[in-house]
C-alpha cells in the first residue's frame, strides 16, 4: 500500500486549491482511497445529483464543466463492486471515498464476467 498520508496540492490558474489530499488504507476486506480538495465544496441541495451524468454547477465567472467527473468516478468503483461517497461543505472543500472489495469484483472474478460460466445449449 502507498504510503499514507500523500499529499499532492496544485493551485489553479483562479488561484484556488483544487487537491489538498490523498489518503489510502486498507483492512482485511477493503481498500479504500481518499481524496480531497480545499475548494469552494458542493452545496447539500447539489450533493444527491452530483454522480449523475451531465450535472454540474454553474461557477460566477469560470468555466462550467460538462458534469461527467464524478459520475465516471462512480461507474468506476461499481463496476468494481466498491463503494463510493461524498462529503462536502461550502467554502470548505470536498472528499470523496471510494471504497473496493480486497478480492476484487464478486471475490476475484474479472469485472464484467458472468457469476457462473454461460453454458451452450
Do not use: W, Y
Not at 67 to 94: A, P, R
Request: aromatic share 6%.
Amino acid at each position: 500500500m502507498a504510503p499514507e498520508p500523500t499529499h499532492n496540492s496544485k493551485i489553479c490558474s483562479a488561484g484556488l486549491r483544487f487537491l489538498s489530499g490523498l489518503k489510502c488504507s486498507k483492512n482485511s476486506s477493503a481498500t479504500s482511497t481518499r481524496f480531497s480538495d480545499s475548494g469552494r465544496g458542493i452545496e447539500p441541495e447539489f450533493q444527491k445529483q452530483a454522480f449523475e451524468r451531465f450535472q454540474s454547477r454553474p461557477i460566477p465567472g469560470g468555466h462550467r464543466g460538462p458534469g461527467l467527473g464524478l459520475s465516471i468516478v462512480k461507474s468506476f468503483v461499481e463496476l468494481h463492486e466498491g463503494q463510493v461517497s461524498l462529503l462536502s461543505k461550502v467554502n470548505q472543500g470536498t472528499t470523496v471515498l471510494c471504497t473496493f472489495p480486497i478480492g476484487g469484483p464478486a471475490g476475484g472474478r474479472r469485472a464484467g464476467e458472468p457469476a457462473e460460466p454461460r453454458r451452450m445449449a
